[in-house]
């Protein structure tokens, strides 16, 4: 398989640590490890205080198989494997496609969702959204491009980078349409639980489909990034197998104190969830007074759900440029829309941190500085 450079993690690469101010981040701030200890049962404590740093189950630790199955409706502990997540696409894509299969994918996106499949030899259909409609995803497109020899559609909402969740109509109608193709659908779902109205969450693609594989994990919604757990869940038992067998080449198991955080935290999940929405619910009305004040310069489209957004540039010719001298001049982190192959004129735009009211005072003094010099 030949794959090309992952523009986006060697730009997270050069300037994540570098940066004090992370305006582009996806994740919720990262838990603390005490406070999450803190937050254990006694169960989980004793599984804590008595582990072992020997190897673990491959398919996963059969409590945190249990609490992930937990979260899914008609979901079994048997359908959940535990991964790291982006391990969790790399399975799933080389267990469901062949070379000459076709893939169609939601675009922009994280690169090996779609990827991937081209260093397999598969063609690759990019499912753009409309801008100028909230970046709805149309599910006529979808219903236009699958063709006799389309083996997967991928997905993934809540959106990266743009925040767009679809109405449950729209989702149910994508269903559908790969369920009467007999395709299999892959899910990207690492933002579910972080909808700013409970009433928008969409049910879980393996939930709704037995051949879908779902993708979740511990990075963003629990703020577990570093723990480096995830999981893939499906009903369909041959390609579970093969996931499975796969991972033998990968990882093999799992880390065992990883397993045993984030049985602790999906435990304490509302707790931590809410957490999190408060903190997206107060920065998100900072943002909304910022779009305002800048609507000069900015177009913004309001994320529905999720860690991020897309602001489109109004004056900037080069989104690249643009964020290069940000990080230059005021010591802050935006990822510009050619990471993606999307263009020059968008960024991605990162609201799950504490620190957000900071950062963005920052921006907003950069900004003001740009428009008196520009004045002059």
Same mark, same amino acid.
């Given at each position: 398989?030949?794959v /090309?450079?992952f523009?986006?993690e ?12 992370l305006l582009s %981040? ?9 406070d999450?200890?803190?937050l ?8 804590w205080?008595d582990?072992t740093?020997g190897?673990?189950?491959s398919l996963?630790?059969?409590l945190?198989r249990a609490? +992930?199955?937990?979260?899914?409706q008609?979901i ?10 982006e ?6 894509l080389? $267990?469901?496609l062949?070379?000459?299969?076709h893939?169609i994918? *939601?675009f922009p996106?994280?690169? $090996?969702l =779609?990827e991937?499949?081209?260093g397999?030899?598969?063609?690759? *259909?990019k ?6 409609n909230g970046w ?10 699958? /063709?006799?020899?389309?083996?997967l559609?991928?997905?993934?909402f809540?959106?990266?980078? *743009?925040g767009?969740l679809?109405?449950?109509?729209d =989702?149910r ?8 193709r007999?395709? =299999? ?5 690492m933002y579910?639980f972080?909808e700013?109205r409970?009433?928008?969450?969409l049910?879980?693609?393996c939930?709704?489909?037995e051949k879908a594989?779902s993708?979740f994990?511990?990075? /963003?919604t ?8 995830g999981?893939?869940i499906?009903?369909d038992r041959d390609?579970?197998a093969?996931m499975?067998t796969?991972k033998?080449?990968?990882? +093999?198991?799992g $880390?065992?104190p %990883? ?9 304490a999940?509302?707790? +931590?969830i ?11 009305a900072?943002?909304?007074r910022f779009?305002?004040?800048y609507e000069?310069?900015?177009v ?5 759900a999720?860690?991020i957004?897309f ?7 080069? $989104? ?5 001298q940000?990080?230059?001049e ?6 510009? %829309?050619s990471?993606y ?7 991605r ?7 957000l009211p900071?950062?963005?005072?920052k921006?907003?003094e950069?900004l003001?500085?740009s428009?008196?010099s520009h004045r002059?």
């Amino acid at each position: 398989m030949q794959v /090309k450079p992952f523009k986006l993690e060697r730009y997270f690469a050069e300037y994540e640590f570098a940066v004090k101010y992370l305006l582009s %981040s996806s994740d919720c701030d990262g838990l603390r490890q005490r406070d999450l200890l803190d937050l254990a049962d006694a169960e989980t404590r004793q599984l804590w205080d008595d582990l072992t740093l020997g190897y673990t189950e491959s398919l996963g630790h059969p409590l945190l198989r249990a609490e +992930i199955a937990g979260m899914y409706q008609g979901i079994s502990d048997g359908d959940c494997l535990v991964v790291v997540p982006e391990e969790g696409i790399f399975l799933a894509l080389h $267990s469901l496609l062949d070379r000459g299969d076709h893939v169609i994918c *939601t675009f922009p996106g994280y690169q $090996s969702l =779609y990827e991937v499949a081209e260093g397999l030899g598969c063609e690759v *259909t990019k499912w753009q959204p409309q801008e100028e409609n909230g970046w709805h995803f149309d599910p006529g497109f979808l219903e236009d491009q699958i /063709k006799p020899n389309t083996k997967l559609v991928v997905v993934n909402f809540p959106h990266n980078p *743009t925040g767009y969740l679809p109405a449950p109509e729209d =989702y149910r109608r994508i269903v559908e349409i790969v369920r009467q193709r007999n395709v =299999y659908l892959l899910s990207d779902e690492m933002y579910r639980f972080l909808e700013y109205r409970v009433g928008d969450r969409l049910p879980a693609a393996c939930e709704l489909y037995e051949k879908a594989v779902s993708l979740f994990g511990m990075s /963003k919604t629990f703020g577990m990034a570093g723990a480096r757990v995830g999981w893939v869940i499906t009903q369909d038992r041959d390609v579970y197998a093969k996931m499975a067998t796969l991972k033998d080449y990968t990882t +093999i198991c799992g $880390s065992a104190p %990883s397993e045993i955080l984030s049985m602790i935290a999906l435990r304490a999940k509302d707790e +931590i969830i809410a957490r999190h929405l408060a903190r997206i619910e107060r920065n998100l009305a900072l943002l909304d007074r910022f779009f305002h004040e800048y609507e000069d310069q900015f177009v913004w489209v309001r994320p529905r759900a999720g860690t991020i957004g897309f602001p489109r540039l109004k004056r900037a010719a080069d $989104s690249l440029a643009f964020c290069q001298q940000v990080v230059r001049e005021a010591n802050i982190m935006l990822l510009p %829309s050619s990471v993606y192959d999307y263009g020059i004129l968008h960024f991605r735009l990162g609201f799950g941190r504490e620190n957000l009211p900071e950062a963005l005072e920052k921006f907003t003094e950069y900004l003001n500085r740009s428009r008196g010099s520009h004045r002059h």
